[in-house]
């Protein structure tokens, strides 16, 4: 089996015999196989080659193309289906399908910076339609294709036989230009992966000549001189600083911020500024897909200032997608949320990996700097360069050969022409010649009589002596130029500069920086509306507008209110679990509802048989915003929570306060088997008194219990004996209020602050019944707020 180098390769395993059974390692044998595999893929499908900066498939269509079917620019385009099927059939043994998915995307001017083939039909566009079928469309050579095989008639670079030997196909197409930055690379390997973005190709030429004037030139001096960074087909707009950009060039990875372009629309010379016109988007994404998404959010109205996105793109006025909006006021508000939300802008995660060939030939795979893939490539054209003159001298030396032969026998052209009379043959002919004359050897003797003898009259060896002297300078100019590192080097930047003038065009896509990107705030996007956000105990949230009661508000069978949060559309909840864990929710991302509501479980992560215990509002309104109180380490308004082991704590709500991922934060580390059962406002509190099951209370000074700086397991409350469990707490802001309990005969009771004093927090606290037990604590009825009286 040949390997790519035109070596035989040794096979690891020797064939076995038919019939034969042989047991194997399945581990060994398995990594082996996986092996291969990995390497095919890498060597063969996905990665490119630093040189041509092509992948085989790409490779093998552009050499049909030329090669096969003379399918040079200009020229009459042939069926695509024609094409993928000679492919197919003489140098890929894959599908007919990955081949022409290969040919479309050298056809798309939204793909390739530079476009390799010229396609004739529909090859997909901009709005993310998928091409036709290839036998509809049409496709020939683009003028710069043929810049990468220009040079194969020269003989300069190595050709292999194709997969079943019947044909030869080259290693690597001797490119003019370095098509691997100019239209990137893309592909998943086994374990590796490469993701290069197109470059301006004038930008590209500049660098390279740069790095053969100054080969230890940096990159920063190389993005000085030429490459600025990535220039999208599409354009866009690169909002990464310069600095970040270096080092992912330096590094060979790194991410690059691209956003579509905006301005306000104009008729004529009158700048229209309610209406915003996107003229460019980020690689690789698809303008119909966005307008859809830019649609369903003007729909929904989670932009209240969009009011309408259209798609105006044309080929007269090219990718226009124009946003209606309120007011010019609006139209940076508008964009960072259509940056934010939408596809508008992205990170192209840079990703410099190529086939690099090592000493004896072999392809590697490498992650590469900028400074070190123009090397490749630059070596690799001294390479082809010296190739191809080698080439032409031999041509014109073998030349050279022939007319100083023809020089030789019109001296004595009579002789000559009497020993052709006499001889027997072209043979006996050839021999007798050079037997009389000494100079000539048999390729200028055989010359010599295949040559038409008016080509040796007097007239004419004029013109065979002018070629002599033509070629012979033209010899001696190509030896030169090879004994001179400088003068090849001086060679390929006069064709580089010829490519560059031929086929360069103006930067597409704009460069800016971090500082350009305006910071997103969503409470920008919200209408202020008041509201009520509805908790039941099973876990169910909603968000209704004005409440008279809480009977009346729809809740699911066996369900009942836990808690009612007045609170606006720009403030947030705080949810508190009974595992320990707070979650804190915007109160625009709770759904409206006049029903159930939706379960809270689909906005946080709640573990199973957790519950909810109580939920408070930010809105200062009703909820005191951030104040300091002497003495104490964390600021008002606090929290009092209770365990069902009697622990009991103090902390800030300050903690909880901005919105929270969907694990929530820890407000409390509860015990094995513990968990909380009481949380609430405390500021305003002067005492508390906790209840337990078995009828025990404790009446103690809120002061008494710490304030926490963070989430901890509190201290005791009350002194628990056996398998009692404390149910809760009424905090007592005013002298009347008092403890009610319903005990487990389901009778109501009430314990008053004037019969049971203040006592010391943490001990066993009073029993109030020997024969029965409490069931629940009753908590205050919920107080309702009526928007209707609010401005």
Known sequence: MASKNGRKSKSRTKPIPTGEIRYVNLSEETRRRYLNYALSVIGSRALPDVRDGLKPVQRRILFVMQNDLRLAAGTKPAK?????????????????????????????????????????????????????????????????????????????????????????????LPARFPNLLVNGSSGIAVGMATNIPPHNLGEVIRSSIHLIDNPDATIAQLMQKGIKGPDFPLGGRIVTDRKEIRLAYEEGRGTIKVRGEWEFDKEGRKEVRTRIVVNSVPYGVSTGPLVNDLSVIAEARKLPQLLTATDETDNRHGLRIVLSIKSPEDAEAVMAYVYKHTALEQNFSLNMTALVPDDEGTLVPERLGLDRLLRHFLDFRLEVVTKRFEYQLALLERRIHILEGFEIIFDGLDRALKIIRGSDGKEDACQKLMNAFDQLDREQTMAILELQLYRISKLEIDDIRGELDRKRSEADKIRKILESQKKLWGVIKQELNEVADSFGSRRRTGLGSEEEIEEYDPSAYIVRENTNVVLTRDGWVKRVGNLKSVETTRVREGDSVLAVCPASTVDNIVFFANDGGAYTLPVEQIPASSGYGEPLGKHIKLADGVSLVHAVTTDERFTFADYPIPDLPTPGPHLFVTTAAGQVMRLSLNLFREPSTKSGRRYCRLATGDRVVFVAICDDVETVMLASKKARIVHFRMNDVPVLSAAGKGVRGLNLEGKDELLGATLFRRPGDTLKVINVNDKPLSFGQQKYNVTSRGGKGIKTSTRTGFKAIVNEPIELVDWSEWD
């Open 80 to 172: 695509c289906a024609r094409i993928t099927g000679d492919v197919t059939g003489k140098y890929h043994p894959h599908g007919y399908e990955a081949v022409y998915e290969a040919l479309v995307r050298m056809a798309q001017d939204f793909t390739l910076r530079e476009p390799l083939v010229d396609g004739q039909g529909n090859f997909g566009s901009v709005l993310g339609l998928p091409q036709a079928a290839q036998r509809y469309t049409e496709a020939r050579l683009s003028k710069i294709a043929e810049q990468l095989m220009e040079e194969l008639k020269y003989q300069t670079v190595e050709m292999k036989p194709t997969y079943d030997a019947d044909h030869h196909e080259p290693e690597v």
